[in-house]
């Protein structure tokens, strides 16, 4: 064979290896670099997202906030007892504003899990896994959580708990943006389920349970 | 002038004559060439295959994207060792199109007493004094043009896990799942074993006592989940 020929070969073949070699870096990229985007049409359209910078915004924010002093219709949170836990004044209501059935205690559980557990603890006595790491990195600055099984918050009336969920109390902040009026009774009517089993003796108990237990 | 001529072309055989360079004659070379083009046809073929295979594979364009954050929010930590729930900062996934990245207040619950002067943590202290938002860098980003609901699925019951991985053993959240069409088809003709009760939708380490796709038969029977394939299920 010619040998020009075989030059011209020679060179295909290895320009062939560039594209592969390509597809092999974009394989390999690290880890923290945007991946290979071979055909980028339409992906990124251009629309402000929920939770994205906005220029046209003086505060820059995509997602906007009702006008102060506005209410959405059938919003009106009105009902003082149900909405802030309050009677008349200052005065908590004393009880759950509300019937408290099974569905609600659940949803009060899975609630209180997610939300208050990790400090106040899965039975609600203050020994969450982030209080356990607070004390194991020897924060001075941390306040061991309340024990919500202890007499002090079991004669706390239901508003004044509800109350603490809504806007924090202490060094606790506010869960009103993760829990809303409903989730927060649930969480108030779990937490008495929590105190009353905490608290609870023998005498408590059915009797078949009793027995059971050899009482 | 023309007898020479003709004595010429009969007399002399191809390539020897005095002047054989006046007529191309194919060299030996050139008999296995037919041969030699079928396999470089096939070569390129196979080239060709392999190099649009490999571009447009969803492990070139996706799987793997772990951007670095401006606080290296650690999930192994929060999740794994310390046992959070996902919603406790994704608030709005089990009600909203979104799962929302929470806001800097949500860091502060704990982080406003616990490792108060920490280095890691300066750009969220920043951020709760000036009120600017923290920017992160988006890790799971669909195409603007398919349309994915988070809390459709959560009330349904797959699994966090199903589509973001362990991130409960993140240290830098990656992307682990395609996110193609294709995967999300493959779950939408055949959803069963990526259902699970909802009470373990969050659970990062949850598997079914027995087989998985007959929970999940069971599940999809009860809550009568029927996933379209309709191109306006996501295309709408």
Redesign the interface.
């Known amino acids: 064979?010619?040998r020009p020929i075989i030059y011209v070969l020679l060179v295909l073949v290895a320009v062939?290896l560039v594209?592969?070699g390509l597809?092999y870096r974009?394989?390999h990229?690290p880890?923290?670099?945007?991946?290979?985007?071979?055909v980028p049409d339409?992906?990124?359209?251009f629309?402000y997202?929920?939770?994205t910078e906005n220029p046209f915004f003086a505060d820059g924010?995509t997602m906007r906030k009702p006008p102060a002093g506005t209410v959405a219709r059938g919003m009106l949170a009105a009902d003082d007892a149900y909405f802030r836990g309050i009677a008349r004044d200052t005065i908590f209501v004393a009880e759950i504003p509300a019937t408290v059935t099974r569905p609600m205690l659940d949803r009060g559980r899975?609630r209180f899990?997610?939300?208050c557990a990790?400090?106040h603890g899965q039975s609600g006595n203050g020994n969450g896994?982030?209080h356990a790491?607070?004390q194991a990195?020897g924060?001075g600055?941390?306040?061991p959580p309340t024990d919500l099984t202890s007499q002090t918050v079991v004669d706390r009336p239901a508003g004044h708990i509800y109350n603490t969920i809504a806007n924090g109390i202490r060094?606790m902040?506010s869960y009103g943006?993760?829990l809303s009026p409903e989730d927060r009774w649930a969480v108030t009517a779990y937490v008495r389920a929590l105190q009353l089993s905490r608290n609870a003796t023998p005498a408590d108990l059915p009797v078949e349970t009793r027995a059971a237990l050899g009482q | 002038m023309a007898p020479d001529n003709n004595a010429h072309d009969q007399g002399q055989s191809p390539g020897t004559g005095p002047d054989h360079h006046d007529r191309f004659v194919f060299p030996k070379w050139t008999n296995r060439l037919r041969e030699a083009v079928a396999v470089a046809a096939l070569g390129g073929v196979v080239y060709l295959v392999v190099l649009v295979a490999g571009v447009f594979s969803p492990q070139n364009s996706a799987i793997g994207y772990a951007p670095e954050q401006p606080v290296p929010y650690s999930h192994s930590l929060h999740v794994g060792e310390l046992g959070m729930d996902c919603r406790y900062c994704h608030v709005t996934v089990e009600t909203s199109a979104r799962a929302n990245v929470p806001p800097t207040a949500t860091c502060m619950n704990c982080h406003k007493t616990v490792r108060t002067t920490s280095d890691k943590l300066a750009a969220v202290r920043k951020s709760a004094e000036t009120g600017e938002p923290i920017h992160w860098t988006r890790v799971h980003d669909l195409p603007d043009f398919v349309y994915f609901n988070h809390a459709g699925h959560v009330q349904s019951g797959v699994g966090c896990v199903s589509c973001h991985g362990r991130v409960d053993r993140m240290e830098v959240v990656e992307q682990v799942a395609p996110l193609t069409m294709g995967w999300c088809l493959e779950c939408h003709r055949n959803p069963d074993p990526n259902l699970r009760p909802r009470e373990f939708v969050t659970a990062m380490d949850w598997v079914p006592e027995g087989d998985p796709a007959e929970l999940g038969a069971r599940l999809r029977a009860e809550r009568k989940i029927s996933p379209s394939v309709d191109c306006a299920t996501c295309h709408r």
């Open positions: 064979m010619p062939s594209p592969m597809l974009a394989n990229l880890k923290n670099q945007p991946r290979l985007q071979v339409m992906d990124q359209q629309y997202k929920a939770q924010v899975e899990n997610i939300y990790p400090c896994m982030v790491r607070a990195l924060e600055t941390w306040t060094t902040p943006a993760q």
